[in-house]
């Protein structure tokens, strides 16, 4: 399960919990103090000669004040008929703020826990990144990620990146393209849309895949609700 959920599921949902849905790419925007939101999100992959994983997603993140905020998270994913249910506490602290006509920079990290079936939790990653987002010509947006990200099971540390073109369409619809992935793995590209259907209500949806012959892909559906 391992193999399918790392670079498909696991990494759009439990690696740091705080992404700007409906992209993976984080953004460098931080939420008012007292300011909360709660984001549901569904997960599918599917790999060639593997089998499909789905996951489930939930986390609430709120400003806490000092340009800080900070998100606690859940994942249960299932693969091949095996499942695992993933916590994640996770932050983001802005740097620089740009405002509207200039770049802002933010450091997000995260930390995982896993639990597997008839196993107690444990943990099972760390991730730390680097984000700029810089304001564009016409409603276009740019968002830069450069981080690590340190594998306990793997014993490995490696770096990741991401890079996303997101435009406004108009107020309340945004769509973008990205590309992301770890320091040594394939890059995935994908693209995503996000509506503003109420003034607490935003949908979005994503789609993405992983250049290389296992042809990975996936798709994921949510909602965020702000309060």
């Not at 993140?61 to 998100?71: D, L």
């Amino acid at each position: 399960m391992r193999n399918l959920l790392i670079p498909a599921l696991f990494t759009l949902l439990a690696s740091t919990a705080h992404a700007g849905r409906p992209f993976v790419t984080e953004d460098a925007g931080l939420l008012d103090r007292g300011a909360c939101e709660w984001e549901s999100t569904l997960a599918h992959a599917t790999e060639r000669a593997a089998q499909a994983g789905n996951a489930w997603s939930n986390q609430v993140g709120c400003g806490v004040g000092g340009r800080t905020q900070m998100a606690l998270g859940t994942t249960h994913a299932r693969s091949a008929g095996v499942g695992s249910n993933d916590l994640t506490l996770g932050g983001k602290v802005g740097l620089v703020d740009g405002g509207d006509a200039h770049a802002s920079v933010a450091l997000a990290g995260g930390s995982t826990w896993v639990r597997a079936p008839g196993a107690a939790q444990r943990w099972d990653n760390a991730a730390a990144t680097l984000v700029v987002s810089v304001p564009l010509h016409a409603r276009w947006t740019g968002h830069a990620n450069l981080g690590v990200l340190h594998l306990r099971d793997d014993r490995d540390t490696q770096g990741t990146w991401a890079l996303a073109l997101e435009h406004a369409l108009k107020e309340q619809l945004a769509v973008g393209v990205e590309t992301f992935g770890p320091g040594r793995g394939k890059p995935w590209i994908g693209a995503g849309v996000r509506w503003q259907a109420a003034p607490a209500v935003t949908l979005y949806a994503s789609a993405a895949r992983q250049a290389g012959t296992a042809r990975a892909r996936t798709v994921t559906a949510g909602l965020k609700l702000a309060f």
